[in-house]
């Protein structure tokens, strides 16, 4: 939505919510993406923080038992050839 974005952003990213949100996606993967949170009590900013991509845990514990399964079945084939 060309909401959550600040216009700026989007005219300078191409024009259209969607360039832009490749656009962000591209520098989270970088890590160079910068959030700030206005709100009534503290226009200047609320929270602030740097966001950065991490794989989700299920993508890591996938890798992990897949790893465990190819050396696995390695084992397996080196055994039946002795």
Known sequence: MAATYNGAFITAHGGTAATAEAALVAAMQLDETYVNIHDVNFPAGEIRGILVSVPEPITLSLF???????????????????
């Open 64 to 82: 992990g038992v897949g790893l465990a399964g190819a050396a696995a079945l390695r084992r397996r084939k080196v055994k039946a050839k002795i």
